[in-house]
């Protein structure tokens, strides 16, 4: 069983999916901690439902992103923590993180990389005017969005309506992450 934290920024749907995958046998895996660099996110309401033990880090108070990640790194190690799975947690990775999880680090986007990095992808990609865009799950690196691509899946965007294909796409992400997670774990 591999032993990981989930990070989040937000409403943490994604992490919830996961969750529910373990829970149901289908990933060898256990969240031993979330993380979130946005106190209050949903997500935390999400993980305190589960009884996963959630840290809330404020950024800002640290004097940079070394020290920020100084304080996440001490707490991934004193879980043991292996993998780092990152779910809408919205800031790149430093260097020190990065050096702490070499190719154990990695990240859903929603859209078909390399298109559309970055925030508000699924409004980009309806503002460009493309007819599929999609669900991305990568390895982490400095960049944004530009790691070695794992798995990918497309979804139809319908004109004019960001409802219906912005919940398309988070269906995809819940299935496409799940299963990326189940592989990797499963070696
Ligand atoms: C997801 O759509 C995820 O792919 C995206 O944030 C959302 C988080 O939703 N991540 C990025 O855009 C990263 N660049 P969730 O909090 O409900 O899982």
């Not at 990933?27 to 031993?32: L, T």
């Given at each position: 069983t591999t032993k990981i934290a989930v990070f989040a920024s937000g409403s943490g749907s994604n992490f919830q999916a996961i969750q529910e995958a373990i829970a149901h046998g289908e990933?060898?895996?256990?969240?031993?901690l979330v993380i979130t660099d946005?106190?209050?996110?949903?997500v935390v309401t999400r993980a305190n439902n589960f009884g996963i033990p959630v840290l809330e880090l404020a950024?800002?108070?640290?004097?940079n992103k070394a020290a920020y990640e100084a304080k996440i790194i001490e707490y991934l190690k004193e879980k043991d923590v292996e993998w780092v799975v990152l779910a809408g947690y919205m800031r790149l990775v430093g260097e020190n993180l990065l050096a702490a999880y070499e190719n154990r680090i990695i990240n859903i986007h929603?859209?078909?990389?390399?298109?559309?990095?970055?925030?508000?992808a699924i409004g980009q990609a309806m503002a460009h005017g493309v007819k599929v865009t999609g669900v991305t799950v990568h390895y982490v690196d400095?960049?944004?969005?530009?790691?070695?691509?794992?798995a990918q899946g497309a979804v139809d965007v319908i004109e004019g309506d960001r409802e219906g294909t912005e919940a398309r796409v988070h269906t995809l992400e819940h299935a496409l992450y799940t299963s990326t997670l189940k592989q990797l774990f499963e070696q």
């Open positions: 990933v060898n895996a256990n969240i031993e946005n106190p209050g996110a949903f950024p800002k108070t640290y004097e929603p859209s078909l990389l390399p298109s559309f990095p970055g925030k508000d400095a960049g944004m969005d530009t790691g070695t691509i794992i």
